[in-house]
């Protein structure tokens, strides 16, 4: 099934609206959403090499970008890593990559893909649905920003715990009918 930009976009920006804002499993992203703060890029990377490039090319566009127009970058890639295993151990390499440009500490890393797992979970148990989303995602996210953030919200260290009780409470059921953009693969 192809998709085009546009579509690849709006599909990620109602899983954002729906599930990751609607069900508040990230308290900071209404903020940088509401003021389009938010950069989301479409990779036509369909290997690892071009993947590469853009994720080198986004990364210093955030770190050179002025937040308060780009805070976080969405690094939407559904050509390549569309499988679970691969798109984790890549995340050792998107890592590195940081390291590469000596911004450890300024930006980092997050990720959410179609199929994720936590490790010793099942491959359908909820919990893991706190980190799926229709294509696979680098989160590029300013560290200051999260610092900030993270300040500012008192409870910071059971948003995890929160997001996994708002998603049992929720279901299979309940998460069917948000009426989520489906698993997609391109």
């Known amino acids: 099934m192809l998709h085009n930009t546009d579509t690849v976009i709006a599909n990620t920006r109602a899983w954002l609206e729906k599930a990751v804002i609607g069900l508040n499993l990230c308290p900071f992203a209404k903020a940088v959403y509401i003021k389009d703060q938010i950069r989301f890029v479409v990779s036509e990377a369909n290997n690892l090499d071009r ?84 294509y696979p995602i680098l989160h590029l996210l300013r560290e200051e920003s999260l610092d900030r953030a993270v300040a500012a919200f008192p409870d910071a260290a059971d948003i995890f715990e929160k997001n996994i009780q708002t998603l049992r409470q929720l279901g299979h059921a309940g998460w069917a009918a948000l009426g989520l953009p489906q698993q997609t693969r391109i």
């Open 51 to 134: 993947l590469l490039d853009d994720l080198d090319r986004e990364l210093l566009l955030l770190s050179a970008a002025d937040p308060n127009e780009i805070d976080t970058t969405l690094l939407i890639h559904p050509k390549v890593l569309n499988d679970f295993l691969d798109f984790n151990d890549f995340l050792d390499v998107a890592d590195g990559v940081v390291a590469e440009h000596e911004l450890e500490g300024v930006l980092q890393v997050a990720s959410f893909h179609p199929d994720y797992q936590f490790a010793d979970t099942e491959p359908e148990d909820i919990s893991n649905y706190t980190n799926r989303a229709p």
